[in-house]
């Protein structure tokens, strides 16, 4: 059983909106603001596109942003593209380790 | 630009013990960076291993504390991950990775290396 949650599946249109939840507590995501995101395409590594809440690493699109509130932290991703379809894990540190979520399916209609 | 090549045996026997190396190319692994592996059983979630800094010392998951070892080969640029007393819980696709800026993220990752306990 992963350590954050996030929804199993999310899906969208093209040129929408969506946002992937990570909900964690006081000892990981809301006690830190050390969370990650990372994108999986099929057979691939994960890639990092979002790293202490907000931050995005050189190269990744701009239509990627991250948030936390208390020990929820969000994925936001507009302007859907077909190419974004993948699966994405959130992970936070903690005192003595990293933790991730279970993942979840985004699929562009 | 840094690589990470995994490598290692496809298959291991129950209560063995399983071994993969990290080959780095295209910078130091005394360059100031943390080493990590994580694993991913089919169709789920990513696990954090553990790291190792530059400097030797070691970061293991609580979990898996007990089975887990990581070493630096500085002689060949690469580390490893020993897991011993397996079992077919820990049938996973295993990824090595480089965190740069701080060692709870992970910017690089190797292609990743599948490894089945199985009798």
């Known amino acids: 059983q992963a350590a954050l949650t996030q929804p199993a599946s999310v899906s969208g249109s093209p040129g929408q909106s969506i946002t992937i939840s990570c909900t964690g507590t006081s000892s990981d995501v809301g006690g830190y603001n050390f969370v990650s995101w990372y994108q999986q395409h099929p057979g691939k590594a994960p890639k990092l596109m979002i790293y202490d809440v907000t931050n995005r690493p050189s190269g990744v699109s701009t239509r990627f942003s991250g948030s936390k509130s208390g020990n929820t932290a969000s994925l936001t991703i507009s302007g859907l593209q077909a190419e974004d379809e993948a699966d994405y894990f959130c992970s936070s540190y903690t005192r003595t380790r990293v933790v991730f979520g279970g993942g979840t399916k985004l699929t562009v209609l | 630009q840094v690589q990470l090549q995994e490598s290692g045996p496809g298959l291991v026997k129950p209560s063995g013990t399983l071994s993969l190396t990290c080959a780095v190319s295209?910078?130091?692994?005394?360059?100031?960076?943390?080493w990590s592996w994580v694993r991913q059983p089919p169709g789920q979630g990513l696990e954090w291993i553990g790291e190792i800094r530059y400097s030797g010392t070691t970061n293991y998951n609580p979990s898996l504390n007990s089975r887990v070892a990581m070493s630096l080969d500085r002689s060949k640029n690469q580390y490893s991950l020993k897991l011993s007393s397996v079992t077919d819980a820990d049938t996973a696709v295993y990824y090595c990775?480089?965190?740069?800026?701080?060692?709870?993220?992970?910017?690089?990752w190797g292609q990743g290396t599948l490894v089945a306990v199985s009798s």
């Open positions: 295209g910078g130091s692994i005394s360059s100031g960076n943390w």
């Open positions: 990775a480089k965190s740069t800026g701080s060692w709870y993220y992970f910017d690089n």
